[in-house]
């Protein structure tokens, strides 16, 4: 198997100066407001005493539990999302009646093999994106991330033929297309259209 | 021995038909409210969720080796677990209790894969897993 492309970006390279301490602060105070209203949901209501209380812990937690700067450079956009949400979900479906049927019909035992896929946006979020909506939606699970690389490593549940191996590789292509297309940057979506055509399936 | 005069006469199939007068049957689509549909909408979540967990384990109990397995318990388990609190979710109707499901349901989606990632990447790497199973192993060769 070939590389699908060339990686251009540097991933996740932090950055200085003002706009990048900005950025940090952004970030901080959407995990902020994120954990406070975690923390109402928990207490089962929104009230000034879950406010205060929401916030005294997620200060602590952000303080004591720093998260690594993966910062969010994409924008939301509500179409990709939409699409990605209900591909999902169908998907999710399609795959659990699948492994449901298997893990239940008699005396079958299910071959399986690990292949490498390579992102072609190699960004930590989108790594990590990817690598959980692949262990959820097709007969996917990852074994291995090289994150330097890019790379994840797939292992694929009901392996029939050699062609299969080739559909999953398209699977992981198309899963992260659609998450782009949902949360990446503008430049991430135009390279991701203009990306070299690939090479590994017909 | 006798009937008794005052009781009345055991139905017949035709008293039991003609019962179904245009009233009744507005009776029992008045008694189709939003709350029984969301009801019976939320006992077949329940059920399929149900089912749906009971293969996943059976899954968990058969497939050969533990990179399988983790299929197995994710999967078909999440997407139970996500029925079932669905479910919950349509018997229940308060918004406190829709509030923590969301919470349950979006925790479990995000725990799941990275929970069934650490299992696998150990098992591999410890080697516990079925080679004589394996098509292919592209990380092997890395």
Redesign the interface.
């Known amino acids: 198997?070939t590389g699908a492309g060339p990686i251009t970006t540097s991933p996740n390279g932090p950055e200085r100066g003002v706009r990048g301490r900005m950025r940090r602060w952004r970030d901080q105070l959407i995990a902020l407001g994120w954990l406070v209203l975690?923390w109402?949901?928990?207490w089962?209501?929104f009230s000034w005493g879950n406010l205060l209380g929401g916030l005294l812990v997620a200060i602590a937690v952000l303080l004591f539990f720093p998260l690594p700067p993966v910062t969010f450079g994409g924008r939301l956009r509500l179409r990709g999302l939409l699409a990605f949400g209900v591909r999902f979900v169908v998907e999710?479906?399609r795959?659990?009646?699948?492994?449901?049927?298997?893990?239940?019909q008699p005396g079958y035992?299910?071959?399986?093999?690990?292949?490498?896929a390579r992102l072609r946006i190699p960004t930590d979020l989108n790594l990590a994106l990817t690598?959980?909506?692949?262990?959820?939606v097709p007969?996917t699970?990852?074994?291995?991330?090289?994150r330097d690389a890019g790379m994840l490593?797939v292992?694929v549940?009901d392996?029939h033929r050699?062609s299969d191996?080739d559909a999953a590789r398209e699977q992981v292509r198309v899963l992260e297309r659609r998450i782009i297309a949902a949360v990446g940057s503008t430049a991430e979506v135009r390279r991701m259209r203009s990306g070299p055509v690939d090479k590994e399936s017909p | 021995m006798t009937p008794a005069a005052g009781l009345p006469p055991p139905p017949t199939a035709a008293d039991r038909l003609g019962a179904v007068t245009p009233g009744a049957v507005a009776d029992w689509l008045g008694a189709v409210t939003p709350g029984a549909v969301a009801d019976w909408l939320g006992a077949v979540s329940l059920v399929a969720g149900a089912l749906?967990s009971l293969?996943?384990a059976?899954?968990v109990l058969?497939?050969?080796d533990a990179?399988?397995r983790?299929?197995?318990a994710?999967?078909?388990q999440?997407?139970?677990v996500l029925l079932l609190l669905l479910g919950v979710a349509l018997r229940l109707r308060s918004p406190?209790?829709l509030?923590?499901i969301?919470?349950v349901g979006v925790l479990q989606?995000?725990t799941?894969?990275?929970a069934?990632?650490m299992i696998?990447?150990a098992a591999?790497r410890s080697g516990r897993l079925d080679r004589k199973?394996?098509?292919?192993?592209?990380?092997?060769e890395?």
């Open positions: 198997m975690v109402n949901l928990l089962g209501e999710l479906i795959a659990s009646a699948h492994v449901a049927r298997i893990a239940v035992i299910p071959r399986s093999a690990i292949i490498a690598a959980e909506a692949l262990s959820l007969g699970l990852i074994v291995e991330v090289d490593y292992h549940l392996v050699p191996l | 749906l293969a996943a059976i899954g058969r497939f050969p990179l399988t983790m299929h197995a994710t999967k078909p999440v997407l139970g406190a209790d509030g923590m969301a919470l989606l995000a799941a894969p990275v069934a990632q696998g990447r591999y199973l394996l098509d292919a192993d592209e990380l092997a890395h």
